[in-house]
């Protein structure tokens, strides 16, 4: 049940785009996305929800693909804050109410 | 600070030893959740609570354990510890079950990092 996460690490340059992935087998009633610094606790980034919408933070936005049982976290000119280890979390119809959460993508922004 | 308590921050322990991990949820929150995260296993889901009552179940070993008291804090008893058993473990809370509204955006503490000799 837990989802798989694409790419694992991504290395970028202030202010360039990037796009990180995550996809389940299961038909999914939302997304969630949580990034999670160097040390510290995961934090709270956005939650999708089923209806294909997209949300946004700051200039990090997603997308949830309902049908595809995907989602997608775009990070547009990106900053040195970027950094860090973003996490999706999914709730499926069928998990029981559990949060099931991927192995996380590695996004690394440089000077 | 994001309301979400975990103590201890840090322990070190031998194998085969027991250990309590303590969390107290946000205020509100009625819902408890346990992680474990390890360097390349990401954040393993182990068991939920809600309002005292265990309400699911993940990934979580026999010689695991744990329970929500009525004032909401949560433990998670590690024993019969081994060395594989050294992760990061994550207590989150949310308001309530799962419901697409929101209602379950979690909020991590700051995590117990075990360590395990």
């Known amino acids: 049940q837990q989802p798989v996460q694409s790419p694992q690490a991504v290395i970028l340059r202030e202010g360039e785009d990037a796009v990180i992935n995550c996809s389940s087998s299961k038909a999914l009633y939302s997304v969630h996305w949580y990034r999670q610094k160097h040390g510290e606790a995961p934090v709270f980034l956005m939650i999708l929800l089923k209806g294909g919408e997209q949300k946004g933070h700051d200039k990090i936005s997603a997308s949830f693909n309902e049908k595809k049982q995907q989602s997608s976290l775009y990070l547009t000119a990106s900053q040195l804050s970027y950094s860090g280890t973003y996490f999706c979390g999914t709730e499926s119809y069928y998990g029981n109410n559990r949060l099931a959460f991927g192995k996380g993508n590695q996004v690394v922004v440089i000077p | 600070d994001s309301g979400v308590t975990q103590t201890p921050k840090h322990l070190i322990t031998a194998t085969g030893q027991r250990v309590t991990l303590r969390c107290s949820p946000r205020?509100?929150?009625?819902?408890v959740y346990w992680y474990q995260q390890s360097l390349d296993q990401g954040l393993q889901f182990l068991i939920q609570?809600?309002?005292?009552?265990?309400?699911a179940k993940g990934n979580i070993l026999e010689r695991f354990s744990a329970q929500q008291f009525p004032d909401l804090h949560s433990e998670l008893n590690l024993s019969s510890l081994e060395l594989g058993d050294s992760a990061l473990y994550f207590c989150?809370?949310?308001?309530?079950?799962?419901?697409?509204?929101?209602?379950?955006?979690?909020?991590f503490g700051a995590g117990s990092r075990l360590t395990v000799l």
């Open positions: 205020s509100g929150d009625l819902s």
């Open positions: 609570y809600y309002n005292g009552e265990e309400r």
């Open positions: 989150a809370s949310s308001p309530r079950l799962a419901g697409g509204s929101g209602a379950n955006v979690l909020t």
